[in-house]
């Protein structure tokens, strides 16, 4: 076996205990509510940029 070869089968193995450990795994969703009248001018605009970032995954994601 050649070194291309022992290397495509560890990503192979990589990707079948990936695959494997993701079938048991369950999608968890939390919800919480969040008073802004109590965040400082940090934590708010913190905040407002994580969702976007997460608005921009989430589109990302279903347009792929």
Same mark, same amino acid.
């Given at each position: 076996m050649s070194m291309i070869e022992t290397k495509k089968n560890k990503i192979? *193995?990589? @990707? =079948?205990?990936?695959?494997k450990k993701r079938k048991s795994q369950s999608a968890v969703i939390i919800k919480t509510?969040?008073?802004? *009248?109590? @965040? =400082?001018?940090?934590?708010?605009?913190?905040?407002?940029?994580?969702?976007?970032?997460?608005?921009?995954?989430?589109?990302?994601i279903i347009n792929d």
């Open positions: 192979k *193995d990589s @990707l =079948n205990k990936t695959k509510k969040i008073d802004s *009248d109590k @965040l =400082n001018n940090n934590t708010r605009t913190a905040l407002n940029r994580i969702f976007l970032e997460a608005k921009w995954l989430y589109n990302y």
